[in-house]
């Protein structure tokens, strides 16, 4: 059953950040007038959790209206930002208490000494793209350590061939958290389950555990697919979860054989489903191939 859902009800951003996934996507916003019976259908779905993306979700003008609607219906709602709309964060956290909506705030340059003190007060997350050219600055792992500070380092998805040079393998990626961890122990990974996805028998989450939600309903089972209309697997205010989650296109997701990656070194071999699909399908375009990042 779904645990949680990835929304997106902007792809608006004012930023162009070159690992983003949502370059070249255009979407009107999520209209308002749809959150109510938004939030109904995850509440009669038993979904628990919302997990708020972009762009620049504090660029959506109903913002509050749709996290006021999920927290009055027990959904734990989730929201990334890049931090750049400073008043309008203090605001929104100053309507919403600390218990009632959980704030990540996406650095991965030099951060504002304001939005600093913001994330100490509030005890907001950091997240940080990794990559071979943007490892996370030493001050701002001191800050995180000694203010208390969840740290995520995110890794970094690679959509156009020549991000694949600035990637690194997942073992690689890894190594590097077990490096920092030695004297930063709150640093906690962020990568596609498909490649430690625990006892499941499943290659991949994306449709089984999580689903992803476009600004017009339209239903995906990752974000990174979601330029690809053929692995469109309908929308939620036209078809029903049931339904949505009995496509054929999600046996690709739910089908493991064995992992197709042939990197037998890897200290992750035996415990790897291949990587992600839909990095295999962007490059590839076929689900029969490992991730590019490892090879």
């Known amino acids: 059953m779904i645990e949680y859902v990835q929304f997106f009800p902007t792809l608006r951003c004012n930023k162009s950040c070159a690992f983003c996934f949502s370059q070249g996507l255009f979407y009107h ?7 109510g019976r938004f939030i109904a259908i995850l509440r009669e779905n038993k979904i628990n959790s919302l997990d708020i993306l972009g762009g620049e979700p504090f660029l959506y003008k109903s913002l509050n209206k749709l996290v006021k609607k999920a927290i009055e219906k027990d959904i734990e709602v989730t929201i990334s930002t890049n931090g750049t709309f400073i008043n309008e964060l203090k605001n929104f956290l100053k309507t919403f208490d600390k218990g009632s909506v959980k704030v990540g705030v996406s650095i991965n340059e030099s951060p504002a000494e304001d939005l600093l003190q913001i994330i100490k007060d509030c005890k907001l997350w950091i997240k940080s793209v990794i990559s071979k050219e943007s490892l996370p600055d030493v001050n ?15 890794y970094m998805d690679a959509l156009k061939k020549r991000d694949l ?39 991949c989450p994306a449709g089984t555990e999580k689903i992803t939600i476009m600004p017009d309903g339209s239903v995906y089972p990752c974000y990174l697919l979601a330029r690809f209309e053929e692995y469109k697997i309908g929308n939620i205010f036209k078809d029903s979860l049931s339904e949505i989650l009995s496509s054929p296109k999600l046996e690709i997701f739910k089908t493991y054989d064995g992992n197709i990656c ?16 839909a990095h295999s399908i962007i490059h590839y375009g076929t689900h029969r191939k490992p991730d590019p990042r490892c090879n």
């Open 29 to 35: 916003d999520f209209p308002e007038e749809r959150i």
């Open 262 to 277: 042939h990197n037998k070194i890897c200290n992750y071999y035996e415990e790897c489903r291949g990587g992600c699909i």
């Open 165 to 203: 040079k600035n990637s690194m393998p997942f073992y690689e990626f890894m190594n590097k958290i077990k490096e920092y961890e030695i004297f930063f122990p709150q640093i906690k990974p962020v990568f596609c389950k498909a490649f430690i996805v625990g006892n499941s028998n499943y290659r």
């Open 140 to 154: 701002l792992l001191e800050f995180a350590k000694t203010s208390g500070i969840k740290y995520y380092f995110i």
